[in-house]
């Protein structure tokens, strides 16, 4: 295991332009005043719909990279390019395979019984690990709840989860 | 350490562990959702901007077609030139619409008197509510009234809130009747109580324009210092001609849509331009510019300018002039060139179709028209400065600076303005000086944006309320409404990309010298930004649009996958379809001017004629004559062709559809 050894990785021509372009187009679908910047809040989509996978810590710790003096609520594309652009060559936050987040939902499913009550789920969603915001939570009860029953049959759910 | 802690511990930190995991997944799952709704809406927002301008384009060429195909003495008829509205003016009033036109009894709708009373008022509500339509007769007297009221007013009106508690300010509806009916159950509908104002674009796109106009104007009758209404670039009867008004009225009102039409010509000029309240809160359409001027804007004649679309004559002569000079710049398919619309006006100043003396209103001076211009088309932006409107092609982009000067000039606090589609019905900027109000919910698509209106109370404090009318009771997932939004918007997309096929091919083949069909992902991207002209994300969007090789190049002709233009006939050539296919709604248009009798029949001569003078407008040269084409359009052989018909079958079909249909 190599740590504290500086690798030169050698991309070819053209591969740092190409991601940067791509950085720049998913900036630019949030940017609406079309002045360069996008609210902080955005930044987390931005990140995410560039195929990353962080969690909101690691999200935090990016933001932190980026904007070094007091936070006034918006990044500036000149800011966020480079952290960005490093973040995709070095392959950071990548995504985990769909048979860890089955063990996931097994983890959660004390009894084995291939679902999660909603009262179970509401109450890991919102109290543990990263909590969900009510809003987050009532969607995901939306489109994850079997309506009958009121559980969440995570098979399934993963398959849905996955498709998109 | 006790041991059962231990396993405690592990448990629950194997549950904090899978929770993150599962809220990160869901997460990301969120983020591409909110990635697909975003690039969607651009999408329509950029086709919609981009054929705004293509009509400014046009906007000569119909002007001219209209010039040329109505005699100046008929009044009977829909467009002349602006002198003839002076005599319907003079010679129509309420009580000749009650001699001329007849009102069965077998109508059952509302009967108006005049003048109005709330019941009236009600009485048209609940008619269209159960989509009855109010009688012709009854809408020329409305409008006849509604333009003396109009005519007394100041071209900015002055409004306090000492007179009301609140005063509630809409945005654009764009002929969403339920919209403004969802407002009026929320809100209460206007009274001495209940101050509105409307800030234009009543009309075009949905489907009750005519309604709406109905109701506000109703209303306006009956308090008219209760309701207010501001002019919109959309109160405009060029555009009218393309985004679907005029089509309405003429569908509802065979007989009468022409002196209609005529009148509301003249009411949308005499509709005032701003409103001010408590000489605080500026509210207009548009924007406004680094030279706005509100005090000649209250003093101009506001109903010299019936169009915004046909800057005044010194202006275009002028333009004439220098595109003369001046060769084009951006690619043929955007019209470059006056010249054959200069020639055009000569041609029509032989025909004499303009009438000489008094009957000619004066033409706005070209400070006039900017003014106005700038007001009913212009957005805000966050770069500070003042800069063209590109996207929209008229007005300016507008930024803090210029928003600080003006209210600085005009010890101003706050500016609403509509004009711009926002997903959340609203939006603030400028530092919370600028307010963006818009109206119509569901917007491009079911599920589109919300709509919303403001309360704006004595202490000039606004407060939002959102609303989005549905078709359906259950509540759709979000994931299901992007879905939707997303397919139609894409097929938008697809369907301009089937209609710039050869230039798209063309532009292509110069990344690939080779021949090989594919290019990569780069070139791909930027042959397609500048053919289509479409600012969108296409590396984002290129895994709906096209396949990849398995050396992770663009396959080129999978972009055309699974579009064709339905053609009536084989041989021709693709380059001819595409252009029909591009121009079906404009071409429609000028047919319909020219087909006075309302017949659908169009003579092969008026057709060829027509199409050689839209086309060489366009810059667009055809190596194939259309002859041959519309020769076996003629079924009868009779020398006239069913232009509906000609024209419904170059659009584009997308083949994966008609095989799931089927």
């Known amino acids: ?164 | 350490m006790g041991c059962r802690s231990s396993v405690a511990d592990r448990r629950s930190e194997k549950v904090i562990r899978a929770a993150i995991l599962i809220q990160n997944w869901y997460r990301l799952t969120m983020a591409r959702l909110e990635m697909r709704r975003r690039y969607s809406l651009s999408i329509f927002q950029s086709i919609e901007y981009a054929d705004e301008q293509d009509q400014l384009q046009l906007s000569d060429f119909f002007t001219f077609m209209l010039e040329r195909c109505t005699p100046p003495d008929s009044v009977s008829h829909t467009f002349t030139s602006p002198g003839v509205s002076q005599v319907v003016d003079e010679g129509f009033n309420i009580q000749e619409f009650e001699n001329k036109i007849c009102v069965p009894d077998s109508y059952y709708g509302p009967r108006l008197s005049f003048p109005l009373t709330v019941e009236h008022a009600n009485a048209l509500l609940h008619a269209f509510r159960n989509e009855q339509l109010l009688h012709a007769r009854y809408v020329l007297q409305l409008l006849c009234e509604t333009k003396k009221v109009l005519k007394e007013m100041p071209n900015i009106t002055h409004l306090s809130t000492s007179y009301s508690k609140e005063i509630t300010v809409c945005g654009d509806l764009h002929g969403n009747l339920d919209d403004l009916l969802l407002i009026f159950y929320k809100n209460g509908l206007p009274s001495e109580q209940n101050c509105y104002v409307f800030n234009g674009d009543f009309v075009d796109r949905g489907k009750n324009s005519m309604e709406i106009i109905i109701i506000l104007f109703a209303f306006l009758l009956i308090y008219p210092n209760y309701l207010h209404l501001n002019r919109g670039n959309h109160e405009d009867y060029i555009l009218n001609l393309r985004y679907g008004f005029t089509k309405e009225v003429s569908k509802k009102y065979k007989d009468h849509g022409n002196q209609i039409l005529c009148l509301l010509r003249d009411v949308f000029s005499w509709l005032p331009l701003a409103t001010i309240i408590d000489s605080k809160v500026l509210i207009l359409h548009g924007g406004i510019s680094d030279t706005t001027d509100l005090d000649f804007l209250n003093a101009l004649e506001r109903s010299k300018l019936k169009s915004l679309m046909r800057p005044p004559k010194s202006l275009r002569d002028r333009q004439d002039q220098v595109k003369e000079r001046i060769p084009p710049t951006r690619s043929t398919k955007h019209m470059a060139t006056r010249n054959v619309a200069g020639k055009a006006r000569r041609l029509s100043s032989s025909g004499s179709a303009e009438p000489s003396g008094s009957n000619v209103p004066p033409e706005p001076t070209p400070k006039e028209w900017k003014q106005i211009l700038d007001i009913l088309w212009s957005d805000p932006r966050s770069q500070n400065g003042c800069t063209p409107n590109k996207a929209r092609g008229g007005g300016c982009y507008f930024g803090p600076d210029v928003t600080a000067e003006l209210f600085r000039r005009y010890n101003l606090k706050l500016l609403i303005r509509s004009h711009e589609f926002k997903p959340e019905g609203y939006e603030i900027s400028h530092n919370g000086k600028v307010i963006t109000i818009f109206s119509a919910s569901n917007y491009y698509e079911e599920g589109s944006n919300r709509g919303a209106y403001i309360k704006l109370n004595p202490e000039l404090i606004p407060r939002f309320v959102q609303y989005q009318v549905s078709k359906y009771t259950l509540r759709h997932s979000l994931r299901d409404r992007v879905g939707s939004i997303e397919s139609t918007a894409l097929k938008f997309l697809r369907e301009k990309i089937c209609a710039h096929r050869s230039e798209l091919t063309s532009a292509f083949a110069q990344y690939d010298p080779e021949g090989s069909g594919r290019i990569s992902v780069n070139d791909w991207a930027a042959a397609m930004e500048s053919v289509l002209q479409l600012n969108l994300p296409w590396r984002i969007l290129r895994s709906q649009l096209a396949l990849l090789s398995p050396d992770g190049k663009v396959d080129c002709i999978s972009c055309f996958g699974d579009l064709e233009i339905a053609q009536p006939v084989k041989e021709v050539q693709p380059a001819l379809a595409e252009t029909l296919c591009r121009y079906r709604k404009d071409l429609e248009i000028i047919f319909n001017i020219i087909d006075k009798d309302q017949s659908g029949l169009i003579s092969l001569e008026e057709f060829g004629q027509t199409w050689k003078l839209f086309t060489s407008h366009l810059g667009i040269v055809h190596s194939e004559s259309l002859d041959k084409l519309v020769l076996s359009m003629d079924y009868n052989k009779d020398g006239y062709i069913d232009f509906n018909e000609f024209l419904e079958a170059f659009h584009v079909v997308h083949r994966l559809q008609k095989k799931a249909d089927s």
């Not at chain 1, 710790?61 to 800011?79: M, Q």
């Not at chain 1, 939570?137 to 709840?145: G, I, N, Q, V």
Request: aromatic share 8%.
């Open chain 1, 1 to 164: 295991m190599e740590n504290n050894h500086s690798t030169v990785v050698v991309f070819p021509d053209g591969a740092v332009a190409e991601i940067e372009k791509k950085i720049i187009e998913a900036f630019e679908v949030f940017d609406q005043g079309g002045d360069k910047t996008v609210s902080i809040r955005d930044i987390g989509s931005i990140v995410r719909s560039l195929g990353c996978f962080p969690t909101e810590a690691e999200l935090h710790e990016l933001l932190a990279n980026i904007e070094k003096e007091e936070p006034t609520g918006y990044i500036h594309l000149e800011k966020f390019l480079p952290v960005m652009t490093k973040v995709l060559l070095d392959r950071s936050y990548r995504p985990i395979p769909e048979d860890v987040l089955l063990h996931a939902f097994e983890a959660l499913d004390e009894n084995k019984c291939g679902y999660i009550t909603k009262e179970e789920l509401v109450k890991y969603m919102t109290g543990e690990g990263e909590p969900f915001t009510e809003e987050e939570m009532e969607d995901m009860l939306s489109t994850a709840l079997d309506p009958e029953t009121n559980t969440l049959h995570y098979r399934d759910y993963i398959l849905k989860l996955i498709v998109e």
